[in-house]
């Protein structure tokens, strides 16, 4: 056994993380004790193949069997990285708040500066006041962490404590230790005393600036930006007047010439109708896939794309159908909505076209990769209440896959739903309260969870995107929705680990008092004028449809979070039932508590039995003669095990044991 460990020990230490991950998991199914160091490895194997949710998990199982403070330390590090990266902010402070606690001596400085970096962003205010004076002493975390205290200071109307910090800061490079003062750092410092409107401190570290830095492009930007304060233009506005508003295409490059014509010709026939482009992003085309990334460092965030919403194609305006090669073509309808963007879909189909998008569709997309085996396609649709949309996707055959089905379900990834009085207001005349729409260039963006969503201007009929600080090279993300693994699958096509929270299965609950709870997964969120006030705090795990007819009770949707917001599924339970509790059989709390346990043990009992049943459905499948392709099986053997865990790591930290 130890040999084998060895083994993978060595596989590990070469970088081929990939291999050594099933073997790991192999090894700790079969070991009859699990032990922390296989699980710590395999913890790491998922965090480097992305899989970040699940190696938080395998983290926290290590840490269960962690025995030395040091290794205490490192799983808390690793739980709070693999949930930064997963997009859960306030379980990876948690994490570092715990890891805290266990260094009381304040030897891992590293993990508190970013503890204050994630309190700031969350604003944690307490947090912030706990841990920064602790980094103050020590020379290479004093000045970030001096920064975000008086940003926090600033942030809470606390402006004399706020420039206390700022002083400190500027103490130290007037006695010339600008070796300790970084770029980004003095940027940050100016924003702040700006903010304060402290003009004095900052015209004298300017001049004290100036001969160490007066050659710097960085230091030319700041004066640059000063100057155009001075003259009532705030330095922020100068930059996206100069930025985005010039009207110059954005940057674009790479090695397919047919595609990187489209994307020439389709930025620039959006110029023209009012687009605009941040100088620094860069379209870079590999093959036929593109991404977004930053031509430029830029150590502040802002707008990256202002795009118009008549620059937006209405998916209704157009009849779409195929050619042999399936290359994609259009015809325009008689009563468009928006006519205007005729040219831009053109541009958009030449495209895709050039990127060969509908052939590589037809052969990734999970759901056509599954013709002619029934079992496993019935047993996944059986997880959302939506699935007869799907079934148009199932085929005998790759042949026999519908053409206006394919284009369908292509075009499902990449549009975006608008309601009818902004189409209304941009010259169109909708027939239906909402209409579905192509958001050209901004759909190249890569999805990733936690990262800036789209922006939606009304009063300026628009949608932005923004981008965040980067170094040039950085690619740029967007956070696409708050879906759930499953339905991320079966519209975009691809396995999303970063999300903290899954959606129940469909399921049908009973009550001891005689009701039945029909529990729909609708991807849609509660307004603000149905969630209870005291549920403000997780609107998106409400139901926006609770309706009861008789004994029946129908919701539109429960939620199992992630450990961050452990107790939101049975506070809506328990609101759940209160708000349908005509016969008053809920007053009582202990009642109402016995009633919900009863009803998420239900529920738990039945989502971990349906991801069973499908791990086992696809493995058969792989034992006969018409095996899932391996890139389909790989996916859905992740998305069981995720859900899995999931489920396991909910009930471990509820307390609602199955």
Known sequence: MNDRLDDLRALIAKGKYKKALPLLKKFNQKSQQLSYESLEMEAGCLFFEGQYRLSRIKTQQALRLATLPEQKIACLGNMAKASEKAGDKKDALQCLCELVKQ???GQYLEPRLVALQLAYQLQEWEIIKQIGPSLVKFTAFATPSLLIMAQAAISQGES????????TIARQIRMNEQHIIKPDEVISLFTCYKALSAYTAMEELLEKLKPAFE?????RLLVHGLSAESTGVSSSSATTAEKIGNGQPPIIRGNNAGAIKALTSLSRTMLQLGARFHSALVFEVDGDDICVKLSQSEAIGGIGMDIPLKCLPVLSDYRFYLSSEYNLNFSLSKHPLNEAAKPIMQCL????N???KLVSWRKSYPLFSLTGIRPVFDKLLQARCDAEYYQACYADSADAIDEQVLISSFFNSRILQLDSGLIRNSGGKPKHSTELVFIPMIELINHKMGAPGFLLDRSRLCIQTKYEPGAEGDELFVQYNLDDPVVTLLRYGFFDASVSWIYTVPLVLNTTTGLTLVVHNQVKQAGSNVVPEHLRDIPE???AILVREGS?????????????QINALPRVIAEVLKSVDVEHNFQNTEILNAEVEYLMSQLLDANQQYWQDLDVC????????????EATFEILSKLCEFCSDHLASYVANSGYAR
């Open 103 to 105: 260094d009381p001596g």
């Open 349 to 352: 189909v030449e495209l895709y």
């Open 354 to 356: 050039a990127c060969n």
């Open 552 to 564: 029946d009770v129908y919701l539109s949707k429960l939620v199992i979070p992630g450990k961050s």
């Open 160 to 167: 004399t404590l706020a420039l206390k910090h700022l002083d």
């Open 618 to 629: 696809i493995k058969q499948q792989q034992t006969s003669s018409n095996r899932i392709p």
């Open 541 to 543: 795990h409400y139901p």
């Open 215 to 219: 050659q710097s492009d960085w230091f």
